[in-house]
């Protein structure tokens, strides 16, 4: 599976953004998908994550209310909704692929695009 992230950019706080995440493949309902961000000096962290038939969804706590996952398999899209940014969402925000379940672990994932830059001044 080949991962593309897309749709990152400067923004002021409280604007909102929509990241998309294109995968390459016909099973791309088979895969759980999700989101990591990693700002300048920190660790990765998790941000949300979503099955494969959507039915399950999670997302880390300092997102909660703000940011929705979602998907269309049939364009073999994932995507991320932010609303409401802050300064602190600043980070390179990265797309990931796992066939082994949903996971909001960076570990569980086996496939990972590229990254896209988010920059939220305030």
């Known amino acids: 599976v080949q991962l593309r992230a897309s749709g990152g950019g400067l923004v002021q706080a409280g604007d909102s953004l929509r990241l998309s995440c294109a995968a390459s493949g016909r099973t791309f309902s088979t895969y759980s998908m999700g989101w990591f961000r990693q700002a300048l000096g920190k660790e990765r962290e998790f941000v949300a994550s979503?099955?494969?038939?959507?039915?399950?969804?999670r997302y880390a706590d300092s997102v909660k209310g703000r940011f929705t996952v979602f998907r269309d398999n049939s364009q073999n899209t994932a995507y991320l909704q932010m609303s409401s940014l802050k300064p602190e969402d600043t980070s390179v925000y990265f797309c990931?692929?796992?066939?082994?379940?949903?996971?909001?672990?960076?570990?569980?994932?086996?496939?990972w695009g590229q990254g896209t830059q988010v920059t939220v001044s305030s």
């Open positions: 979503i099955s494969g038939n959507s039915r399950t969804v």
């Open positions: 990931a692929a796992t066939g082994r379940g949903i996971s909001s672990q960076a570990a569980g994932y086996d496939y």
